[in-house]
């Protein structure tokens, strides 16, 4: 089992930043992928961008040049860094955690969520 706990949402103006971040349960060492995506009302829920173990990164065409996300092993967090906010990238943004077990089968773990409004 993998808990996820987000933090760092919140309201932004247009044009502003903000850092989510996601605190693992255990070492995410073992965690072969982890992503962040969202979900706007009405919407279905969407990658925003991944991070492998090995640290290569994936954007969702609509963020690309503006999120960052990064990942500190140390301290067992994936961070999403925010820039030139826009109205439409508000939304529930959670971070997800991917696991391979002995089989390879993979096993999925979400956080609950953290709320981004980006006011124009």
């Known amino acids: 089992q993998v808990q996820l706990v987000e933090s760092g949402g919140g309201l932004v103006q247009a044009g502003g930043s903000l850092r989510l971040s996601c605190a693992a349960s255990?070492?995410?060492?073992?965690?072969?992928?982890m992503g962040w995506y969202r979900q706007a009302p009405g919407k279905q829920r969407e990658l925003v961008a991944a991070?492998?173990?090995?640290?290569?990164?994936n954007y969702a065409d609509s963020v690309k040049g503006r999120l960052t996300i990064s990942r500190d092993n140390a301290k067992n967090t994936v961070d999403l860094k925010m820039n030139s906010l826009k109205p439409g990238d508000t939304a529930v943004y959670y971070c997800?955690?991917?696991?391979?077990?002995?089989?390879?089968?993979?096993?999925?773990?979400w956080g609950q969520g953290t709320q981004v409004n980006v006011s124009s």
């Open positions: 997800k955690a991917r696991r391979r077990d002995r089989d390879n089968r993979p096993h999925d773990y």
């Open positions: 991070i492998s173990s090995g640290g290569t990164t």
């Open positions: 255990l070492s995410i060492f073992s965690i072969n992928l």
